[in-house]
């Protein structure tokens, strides 16, 4: 899966990114095969509902921030009020919904009415009207710096019709088992497009290496080092997710971050490089660097990815001898 996204964010990353929500949410059920008693059954039930969904040719894809969460879906503002058939009505305001207009099915969370803790839902928006009159309303369409084609618009949804995980109140878990799998496909679709601009790069500059000037010879040693460092955290992070699986959460953490980092750096460096028409809005290396750049707000974004990693520091630390 990762290798076939990351083939594909060379050619558009747009489309590579959308791609990656589908089997990302599919991930919430798949990789958690089983859940304890009373919820066997129903988490059953609902888990050939979402494989029919997308056996039916149905499209699955994510609208779980908010304004001012920081990219926390702990954080949600958003109310799901329980209907007298088992469903749930969502009332706020989320956005980045990529893959706005061709998703069939978005996840998204929200605090059930009189409960104090988020749980993930799930909303049929195929055909959904944008102007309110269904209850999601169109407020800001995407306008991203980079992956300029997700439509990642935001939308504020009132009282409209949701379904609750099958599994409740386990939101961090369900998550946690997915993490990995999500992580190394988000990540296969940064070094796609990271490594297309340093390929055509390479050869532009092969042209030119009798003319390169010192800076440019040095800042090019620096683009192949940070080209094989990439490659090497993205082959870990799929060994790691590949014979760990659910286990695999330290091993992807860090190498999604390192690869965010080494990624905006690379393309930075290539843009520098090849001169002021990387400036220009025909640059592929130009949209490359605000392509990359969509790694890092991606789950988890930059600061819960540190604080992260930082706590499993200490609580290595804490059980040394």
């Known amino acids: 899966m990762s290798e076939i996204l990351r083939t594909l964010a060379k050619g558009d990353p747009s489309v590579a990114l959308v791609s990656s929500m589908h089997p990302a949410v599919l991930s919430f059920w798949l990789c958690q095969d089983q859940v304890p008693e009373p919820f066997t059954e129903a988490w ?11 056996l039916n040719g149905g499209w699955w894809g ?14 949600t503002k958003a109310v799901a009020q329980p209907t007298d058939h088992d469903g749930y009505k969502i009332s706020g305001q989320k956005h980045f919904g990529s893959g706005s207009g061709i998703t069939s099915y978005m996840i998204t969370t929200a605090i059930s009415e ?32 980079g992956m300029i084609a997700t439509q990642s618009h935001a939308f504020d949804f ?19 088992a997915a993490g990995p799998f999500i992580s190394s ?19 532009q500059i092969f042209k030119r290496r009798d003319d390169l000037k010192p800076y440019e010879q040095v800042e090019w040693a620096r683009v ?25 959460a330290v091993e992807t953490l860090h190498a999604k971050t390192a690869v965010a980092e080494i990624a905006e750096s690379m393309t930075a460096r290539i843009c520098r490089i090849t001169g002021g028409g ?15 750049r969509a790694l890092g707000f991606l789950r988890p ?9 930082l706590q499993r520091t200490w609580d290595q630390l804490e059980q040394m001898p």
Request: aromatic share 12%.
């Open 278 to 292: 990387s400036f220009h809005r025909a640059s592929h290396f130009g949209w490359a660097f605000e392509d990359v």
């Open 185 to 203: 496909i988000f990540t296969a679709v940064i070094v796609g497009v990271a490594e297309a601009a340093f390929e055509a790069a390479r050869a």
């Open 224 to 248: 192949e080092n940070e080209a094989w460092i990439m490659h090497a955290a993205y082959e870990s992070m799929l060994r790691a997710v590949e014979t760990k699986g659910a286990n695999a």
């Open 44 to 54: 059953k039930s609902q888990k050939e509902l979402v494989a029919q969904v997308a």
């Open 114 to 145: 009189g409960e104090g803790a988020a749980d993930w839902f799930f909303m049929n928006v195929d055909g959904a009207k944008w102007d309110g009159s269904a209850g999601i309303k169109l407020i800001s369409e995407w306008d991203g710096h």
């Open 158 to 176: 009132s009282n409209y019709s949701a379904t609750r995980i099958a599994w409740p109140d386990n939101l961090r878990t369900i998550a946690a």
């Open 301 to 309: 974004p930059w600061s819960l990815a540190f604080e992260a990693a």
């Open 62 to 75: 994510t609208i779980t921030s908010e304004p001012g969460s920081g990219g926390d879906v702990l954080k």
